[in-house]
């Protein structure tokens, strides 16, 4: 909205830092990082009154998170309060790829809401059912989908090659829409331990931050070899902003967490993610850069299927976080390291954009 308004006055003066998606972009994240760090107390505070037993324990789960009952979930709104407000204030109105972006967070954003007010309200971790959610997270994730191609076509680009592309024609509405949805649940699964998913979340933000940076301007993207797309770099904003919020976020959700992010946040980060990526045509490279929440994902079906087959297990617990607790690992020291391993992912990625 300032951006909007400096630009009606022809960017006079000090509002001509405006311009700068640099600017926008570091403004953004300090914006959202001090907006949740004041609402961040008295809406934890309201959410303890309204909840009351807070977010159901799996009696099943390691036996140390028995400890965590009655800590209020759906924390995801005060992350996604504090990333609306900074967007909104730094973003280009103009911009269909923010649009598109934005309807996939709140999408996302209220369908993990309802799961999560299903859960808390009747006291089961099970929530609403998987078909639904699943029907409801691809419609709203095709509809961005087509957004996106309405602008930038079906191409899929392919790291490791200068100018390499496929052509997905109208497959790539299904293609991009499953990338979306992929994401945001295994993002969801992630967020299984006090500030393990928040600060992944973040390393990913930044990493995304540079790379539609670059793809956004023509000099860079040509240089390095990439799909150039006008506009992308206006999702800076957005990186920068949800960067911000998980920040604060992690400020309340670090060991003991005073808070749970729920699906409301995990759900609408991932798929936020997942759309950033389709948007600037690099899918691919975001299965590196989110490395982490692949994984994650990948132990739940595996555990799955073999389960249902043969009836034994190959991890002790799936998703692969709660194998390690399992194995006698302390929760501080499986989440220090799997932040390492997302930095080391997001570094690999980047090394990507180079590599052609």
């Given at each position: 909205?300032?951006?909007?308004l400096a630009?009606?006055?022809n960017f006079p ?6 311009r700068?998606?640099?600017f926008?972009?570091?403004?953004a994240?300090i914006t959202?990082?001090?907006?949740g760090?004041l609402?961040?107390p008295?809406f ?5 009154l ?7 324990i799996?009696e099943d789960?390691?036996?140390t998170h028995?400890?965590?009952?009655g800590t209020?979930t759906?924390?995801g709104?005060m992350?996604?309060t504090?990333?609306?407000l900074?967007v909104?204030?730094w973003m280009?109105v ?5 649009w598109a972006?934005l309807?996939?967070?709140?999408g ?7 799961d ?7 006291a089961s971790?099970k929530?609403?059912?998987?078909r ?7 419609a709203i ?14 191409l899929?680009?392919l790291?490791f ?7 997905l024609g109208p497959?790539y509405?299904?293609?991009g829409a499953f990338?979306?949805?992929?994401f ?5 699964l992630?967020d299984?331990?006090d500030?393990?998913?928040?600060m992944?979340?973040?390393v ?8 539609v ?6 000099d ?14 206006d ?7 949800m960067a911000?919020a998980?920040l ?7 060991p003991?967490?005073a808070v749970?992010m729920?699906?409301?946040g995990?759900l609408?980060?991932?798929?936020t993610?997942?759309v950033?990526?389709?948007a600037?045509?690099?899918?691919i490279?975001?299965?590196?850069i989110g490395?982490?929440?692949v ?12 389960y249902k087959r043969?009836?034994?297990r190959?991890f ?11 194995l006698?690992?302390a ?17 690999a990625?980047?090394a ?5």
């Amino acid at each position: 909205m300032l951006y909007w308004l400096a630009e009606q006055l022809n960017f006079p003066g000090v509002l001509n830092l405006f311009r700068y998606l640099t600017f926008r972009a570091g403004a953004a994240i300090i914006t959202a990082l001090f907006i949740g760090l004041l609402i961040g107390p008295r809406f934890i505070g309201w959410l303890r009154l309204r909840q009351g037993k807070g977010q159901p324990i799996r009696e099943d789960g390691p036996q140390t998170h028995l400890a965590k009952r009655g800590t209020p979930t759906m924390g995801g709104l005060m992350i996604l309060t504090a990333l609306m407000l900074s967007v909104l204030v730094w973003m280009n109105v103009a911009s269909i790829y923010l649009w598109a972006c934005l309807f996939v967070t709140l999408g996302f954003g209220a369908l993990g809401f309802m799961d999560d007010y299903d859960k808390v309200t009747k006291a089961s971790h099970k929530g609403l059912s998987a078909r639904m959610r699943l029907l409801v997270e691809f419609a709203i994730a095709g509809f961005a989908t087509w957004l996106i191609v309405s602008r930038n076509g079906t191409l899929l680009y392919l790291p490791f090659w200068s100018g390499g592309a496929l052509d997905l024609g109208p497959f790539y509405y299904l293609f991009g829409a499953f990338v979306i949805v992929a994401f945001g649940n295994a993002v969801n699964l992630t967020d299984g331990l006090d500030g393990l998913a928040s600060m992944p979340v973040i390393v990913a933000c930044m990493a995304f931050m540079l790379i539609v940076y670059i793809v956004g301007r023509a000099d860079y993207a040509g240089y390095l070899g990439l799909p150039h797309v006008p506009g992308a770099g206006d999702l800076a904003i957005l990186c920068g902003a949800m960067a911000g919020a998980c920040l604060a976020f992690l400020w309340f959700n670090a060991p003991p967490a005073a808070v749970f992010m729920g699906d409301t946040g995990s759900l609408a980060l991932g798929g936020t993610i997942g759309v950033i990526a389709v948007a600037t045509h690099h899918e691919i490279v975001l299965a590196v850069i989110g490395g982490l929440f692949v994984v994650e994902a990948l132990s739940v079906i595996i555990q799955v299927f073999f389960y249902k087959r043969t009836g034994r297990r190959v991890f002790k617990m799936a998703p692969i976080h709660h194998h390690f607790e399992q194995l006698g690992w302390a929760e501080s020291t499986v989440v220090i390291r799997f932040w390492i391993i997302s930095f080391v992912l997001a570094l690999a990625g980047l090394a990507t954009l180079k590599l052609r």
